[in-house]
Nanobody
Framework: FQLVESGGGLVQTGGSLRLSCTAS????????VGWFRQAPGKEREGVSC????????YYGDSVKGRFTVTRDKTRGTVYLQMNNLKPDDQAEYYC???????????????????????WGQGTQVFVSS
């Protein structure tokens, strides 16, 4: 199924953005959701992920303490609040969802990509120095 990301844009170093991820047809409340990013010439990496319940979250080392992932089940939306953005955060950000993955850390493992049920088209984040 299709996911839709929004909220990307241009921000100065130290600024903030909030990304949103929604499903096109349903609330995907029973799915773990992950945020991934990929910059030109770099491998895709798991940034932050959240379990279906919202009780379990995981963050990559490069974003710990700066990014926060939450989900609003009533709105069927998963958010990624990004604070203190750095030029290295500049990338295309994608969200993905998986019904059979139960932990946030497992959701963030790119090796599990074949288990993902849906992906978004991505939203671009630009960070100026």
């Amino acid at each position: 199924f299709q996911l839709v990301e929004s909220g990307g844009g241009l921000v100065q170093t130290g600024g903030s953005l909030r990304l949103s991820c929604t499903a096109s047809l349903f609330s995907f409340k029973n799915y773990a959701v992950g945020w991934f990013r990929q910059a030109p010439g770099k491998e895709r990496e798991g940034v932050s992920c959240i379990s279906s319940s919202g009780d379990d979250s995981y963050y990559g080392d490069s974003v710990k303490g700066r990014f926060t992932v939450t989900r609003d089940k009533t709105r069927g939306t998963v958010y990624l609040q990004m604070n203190n953005l750095k030029p290295d955060d500049q990338a295309e950000y994608y969200c993905a969802a998986a019904r059979t993955i139960t932990t946030a850390q497992d959701m963030c493992l790119v090796d599990h990509i074949l288990m993902f049920d849906g992906w978004g088209q991505g939203t671009q984040v630009f960070v100026s120095s």
